[in-house]
């Protein structure tokens, strides 16, 4: 193990020499293959010069430090000093001496700690496995204490390799979720995804329909067969791309009671990642950033046209899908699909999100649903994509910042799904 821990060292020093440098093509090469399938070179990039900008600017990349204990792969972090405080990128060393994991977070060590609005005298956690075989993943369910039977939540995180809280620096939004629903006597489940829990088993050809539909159809079939919870009243709560994925599984499955989209994406990802790239490029302008969004704005283009096909490289595509990702993105509507439904629906936007926006997406939905019965749209003005209260321009450094799902969030999912007949029939409601 010792020598384990020495050559991650090493490996560590090479990459923090390529952060001071800015080195990201150099950077994305250490990555192994599942890591660099999720973070291509412009979006580290761009993501960098966000952390940079709403900090005052880099001023030293200090030396790797190794955490202490056995884990394998050895888990490093490299703290970043800025002008206005700091942040740390913490990732993970391999025996084959790749980089298996990468986030920005706070420095300092803060860690999650239960919102306010939560009563963990009034649930209970279970550990619960969804699907077999070898992506089959594990999951939470978070149950009331008392007899029920209970209203229930299937929680579907956003886009990428996430956990079942959803992880995001000290941040867990679905663990603020599943709590306060269950505070509130709604039983939750949430999972790894299996991009999360087998990063080295995700085939090539993996689409957004195999990391969402199997886990979450065992998820809604075992909470059906849970004598606790309501088989009647069984939900999907998809926040991003989990929000945008949710009409998918709920056509799949017409025991789904409803649908709770949480900042839910529907222009087009390829398009809405170049959106992206451009607010984050605005707020370190300069040619590398310019770099960045130009090329990622002509693998969109590639996304877009009739050129793609199932042999398409990855490197050539946005964010290093692959192929088949895109390809399946681009067949999905979830404006059409969600127009189909006759289940009813919550959709909620923050005003401070600048990855899926009212304008660009929340308006979409709005046209798309206009004519139909039971479904309740609203902005919450000043939350951002995580649904935390903010203020000022939005950057990603909010979301270093420790914070927890608004209140008010929790109380408008629960009073929805505590109202089943009410809500069925609901005329629908501007925002």
């Not at 803060?110 to 619960?128: G, I, L, S």
């Not at 009647?232 to 009671?257: E, F, N, T």
């Not at 959709?347 to 649903?369: C, S």
């Amino acid at each position: 193990m010792r020598a384990n821990r020495d050559g991650a060292l090493e490996v560590a020093r090479g990459f923090a020499a390529l952060l001071r440098a800015e080195h990201f093509d150099q950077i994305v090469e250490l990555f192994a293959p599942p890591l660099r399938a999720a973070v291509s070179s412009e979006v580290l990039r761009l993501a960098w010069a966000a952390e940079a900008a709403g900090r005052g600017g880099i001023q030293a990349v200090q030396e790797p430090e190794i955490e202490a204990g056995e884990a394998d792969p050895v888990r490093v972090r490299i703290a970043i000093t800025c002008a206005d405080g700091s942040f740390t990128v913490v990732t993970s060393v391999g025996d084959d001496g790749l980089l298996h994991g990468l986030r920005l977070g706070p420095h300092g060590g803060a860690v999650w700690q239960p919102p306010h609005y939560t009563q963990q005298d009034r649930f209970t956690e279970r550990e619960v496995l969804l699907g077999t075989g070898p992506l089959a993943v594990p999951g939470t369910l978070t149950l009331p204490d008392g007899p029920g039977p209970w209203p229930a939540a299937v929680l579907l995180a956003g886009g990428g390799p996430f956990d079942r809280d959803e992880t995001s620096g000290p941040n867990k939004p679905l663990k603020d979720l599943a709590w306060g629903l269950a505070s509130r006597q709604v039983a939750a489940l949430r999972f790894d995804k299996p991009t999360f829990a087998h990063p080295n088993r995700v085939p090539s050809d993996f689409t957004m329909a195999d990391e969402y539909l199997p886990p979450a159809l065992a998820a809604v079939q075992l909470l059906r067969q849970h004598p606790e919870v309501d088989p009647d009243r069984i939900h999907l709560l998809g926040h991003s791309m989990g929000g945008k994925v949710a009409p998918r599984i709920a056509a799949a499955d017409p025991s789904i009671a409803g649908l709770v989209l949480l900042a839910a994406d529907a222009q087009p990802m390829h398009h809405a990642a170049v959106r992206v790239a451009r607010h984050l490029a605005a707020l370190t302008p300069g040619p590398g950033t310019d770099q960045a969004v130009a090329s990622l704005a002509g693998k969109a283009e590639l996304v877009a046209g009739p050129e793609l096909t199932p042999d398409t490289p990855p490197e050539l595509l946005p964010l290093g899908l692959s192929a088949a990702y895109w390809l399946d993105l681009r067949a999905y509507d979830p404006l059409a699909t969600a127009a189909a439904l006759t289940r009813p629906m919550l959709i909620l936007q923050g005003g401070r999100d600048y990855q899926v926006t009212v304008t660009d997406d929340l308006a979409l939905w709005q046209r798309a649903l206009a004519h139909r019965p039971g479904v309740r749209i609203r902005i919450h003005q000043a939350l951002n994509h995580l649904f935390f209260h903010g203020s000022g321009d939005p950057t990603p450094a909010d979301y270093a910042k420790p914070g927890h799902v608004a209140p008010a969030v929790v109380d408008e999912i629960v009073t929805w799904l505590a109202l089943p007949q009410e809500r069925s029939s609901h005329p629908r409601s501007h925002p």
